[in-house]
């Protein structure tokens, strides 16, 4: 999800399933005068909301970053007909126990 493919769904206020747990943080100053001004800017959306969208982009783009480390097996071909080999890196690992988590969350 892009910043502005955010801003478009607050306009039009789209909201994603949530889970029954929630979270309690504190925020430095700073960033919580930016939660306050996005949430005067788009005044259908409230804090919480601004708050988990940010955080759910933050977590994509973490995911995404997590260096792709190649392993011993070859999984397929590349359109070169080169090897592309399975991650033995974090993000497989990562991705498991999301699964599990989320599993958990869902009951």
Known sequence: ????????????????????ETYEIRLPVDDAARIHALAELFPAVDRERIITDLLSHALDRLEAAIPYEPGAEVI?????GDPVYADEGLTPKFRELVQSHKATLER
Request: no cysteine.
């Open 1 to 20: 999800m892009t910043f502005k493919t955010l801003l478009d769904t607050w306009s039009s206020e789209i909201r994603p399933r949530e889970t029954e």
């Open 76 to 80: 397929r071909e590349d359109e070169f």
